[in-house]
Nanobody, 121 residues
Framework: QVALVESGGGLVQAGGSLGLSCAAS????????MGWYRQAPGKQRELVAQ???????TIGDSVKGRTTISVDHVEKTGWLQMNGLKPEDTAVYYC???????????????WGQGTQVTVSS
């Protein structure tokens, strides 16, 4: 069964850094885009960062300049690094990816279980 497994997150002090990782598990033939969204209580889900299948990177405006993302399409794993964290970065961070399972020609969107990031002031 294809799934995304997230790791990282937790409690961080303002000004600190954190890293998240996301790995596709199961019988995956191809990884397309991969990235992270986040959702804070009472707010809409917003893009943090993503890398397309062609390697094009998009960083969300609210985290630009302090966030990097890298994706290994062969290993089907991605990493998100955030520096200079602020209390407003507190949210649940969700990894997503476009994956094509082995034996299928149809890519589908998959989401990780989400990981809580809390930034204390």
């Amino acid at each position: 069964q294809v799934a995304l497994v997230e790791s990282g997150g937790g409690l961080v002090q303002a000004g600190g850094s954190l890293g998240l990782s996301c790995a596709a598990s199961g019988s995956v033939w191809r990884l397309g885009a991969m990235g992270w969204y986040r959702q804070a209580p009472g707010k809409q889900r917003e893009l943090v960062a993503q890398v397309t299948a062609m390697g094009s990177t998009t960083i969300g405006d609210s985290v630009k300049g302090r966030t990097t993302i890298s994706v290994d399409h062969v290993e089907k794993t991605g990493w998100l690094q955030m520096n200079g964290l602020k209390p407003e970065d507190t949210a649940v961070y969700y990894c997503y990816a476009i994956l094509t399972p082995v034996g299928s020609e149809i890519p589908n969107e998959y989401w990780g279980q989400g990981t809580q990031v809390t930034v204390s002031s």
